[in-house]
Nanobody, 121 residues
Framework: QVQLVESGGGLAQPGGSLRLSCAASGFTFSSYTMSWARQAPGKGLEWVSGIDSDGSDTYYADSVKGRFTISRDNAKNTLYLQMNSLKPEDTALYRC??????????????WGQGTQVTVSS
């Protein structure tokens, strides 16, 4: 069955960095767009970034553009999110998601449980 397992979250200071990973299994990872989304306490789910199946196209929410970088290693079935210049407003539960196909999809069929990121001094 499809499994998405995030890791790499934790506590970071403002201006610091974290690298999140999402280990995927149970499907042909290299055939699907993947994304990251986040949910802050008391708020709805916010899409953060997406990457096409072969990594050739990446796209970001305005709130993270220039600070976050999404990437993937199809040989390792792993999705990454490098987060730099972290701000307190980046505090959230970060979840990876499998797109319904290739390209800039807007629908996702599987989600991981998430990894918590807290940005605080």
């Amino acid at each position: 069955q499809v499994q998405l397992v995030e890791s790499g979250g934790g506590l970071a200071q403002p201006g610091g960095s974290l690298r999140l990973s999402c280990a995927a299994s149970g499907f042909t990872f290299s055939s699907y767009t993947m994304s990251w989304a986040r949910q802050a306490p008391g708020k709805g789910l916010e899409w953060v970034s997406g990457i096409d199946s072969d990594g050739s196209d990446t796209y970001y929410a305005d709130s993270v553009k220039g600070r976050f970088t999404i990437s993937r290693d199809n040989a390792k079935n792993t999705l990454y999110l490098q987060m730099n210049s972290l701000k307190p407003e980046d505090t959230a539960l970060y979840r990876c998601a499998k797109g319904l196909g290739k390209g800039r999809v807007k629908e996702y069929d599987y989600w991981g449980q998430g990894t918590q990121v807290t940005v605080s001094s």
